[in-house]
């Protein structure tokens, strides 16, 4: 049986808490917008983490057929929040700091929040 966009987006959530991302949610913003259906929103504690979650990321997207576009740095550092655009599910690896002041959750709230 094919995995839905949203169990694909749950199973990242867990990897990405497997690989000790910290306060990690799941928010359906999919009647939101027309560009994405989820975000997966986790707090890293340094660019090694980061690296490595971004790793399993590309093996995840190898075992499940997801889109995978070219990443971007979305601070000037370059390290406090990386966003992995996989198509429908989005991911910000973000520092406390960054997390802290973009507040995501509270940009998108009216999305469901999931996790």
Known sequence: MEKTVEQMALELAQLMEDGKGQDVSVL??????SWTDYFVIVTVTS?????????????????NGLEFHQTAHKS?????????DLGAIVIHLMTKEARDFYELEKLW????KLR
């Open 28 to 33: 359906d913003i999919s009647k939101l917008n």
């Open 47 to 63: 660019s090694a983490q980061a690296e490595g979650m971004y790793r399993y990321v590309k093996e995840y997207n190898k075992e």
């Open 76 to 84: 000037p550092q370059g390290n406090e929040w990386i966003l992995l």
């Open 109 to 112: 709230h009216a999305g469901v």
